[in-house]
């Protein structure tokens, strides 16, 4: 089972849509997660971070499930400037902190 | 306007050359890391340096070599390189690896083509 795992998609949707992504992590001692952006062919940057009560952003929302070891993360009102891929981050507990990332999942807003 | 600035942005090389890239930090962070993005994969952690030590080796070939000189350059070598280490090599940093301070900032990456 791979550490951190994300439906590559693409999700394609139109302009004013909700889109919802999950990540399912395999490591219990998970402590720390996040979500990044990466637009094409540029690098990752962060999001937001994902705490344990849940976070809003303006339209973005994320969400931490521990019993089931997902993190989701939910846009609302979608923009085309939206479209990328959305990496979901994971870290485990102890000493280092040493991000494992997913593959991304795709989002596609049209108008 | 990044705080991690990688050079060069691109590179094609033999498989029997010698190239180095670098990464250049100006935002006074401890840790540094440099990343693998291989097409339809997921980001592969390859190295990570705190202050200037390296802490973590991800079962990495030896033909890639880091070296961190201080705590803003870090520097990965290739020597020998296979078609298949094609990709993107992200640089990033962080304020530390110790806690859980979340955030790395990237480098736009150097995207090596090996022929």
């Known amino acids: 089972r791979k550490e951190v795992e994300q439906d590559p998609g693409p999700f394609n949707v139109p302009e004013g849509a909700t889109v919802a992504f999950n990540c399912t992590y395999s490591?219990?001692?998970?402590?720390?997660f996040f979500w990044y952006r990466q637009d094409c062919r540029k690098e990752p940057k962060l999001l937001m971070s994902v705490y344990s009560s849940g976070n809003e952003d303006g339209r973005f929302t994320a969400q931490l499930n521990r019993a089931s070891q997902y993190i989701s993360l939910l846009i609302r009102d979608s923009k085309l400037s939206d479209s990328a891929t959305y990496l979901c981050v994971v870290s485990a507990s102890g000493g280092s902190y040493i991000p494992t990332f997913g593959r991304g999942t795709s989002l596609i807003v049209h108008p | 306007e990044t705080g991690v600035t990688q050079t060069p942005r691109h590179l094609v090389m033999g498989m029997t050359n010698k190239k180095s890239l670098k990464c250049e930090q100006h935002l006074g962070h401890n840790a540094m890391y440099w990343y693998k993005q291989s097409a339809k994969k997921p980001l592969e952690l390859m190295f990570v340096y705190s202050l200037e030590e390296r802490v973590e080796n991800n079962s990495v070939p030896s033909r890639f070599s880091p070296e961190c000189p201080n705590s803003s350059h870090l520097f990965l070598h290739l020597h020998t390189l296979q078609p298949e280490d094609s990709a993107l090599y992200l640089c990033?940093?962080?304020?530390?690896?110790?806690?859980?301070?979340?955030?790395?900032?990237f480098g736009e990456g150097s995207r090596l083509t090996v022929l």
């Open positions: 990033a940093s962080s304020q530390d690896v110790a806690g859980n301070t979340g955030e790395l900032f």
């Open positions: 490591n219990s001692a998970s402590q720390s």
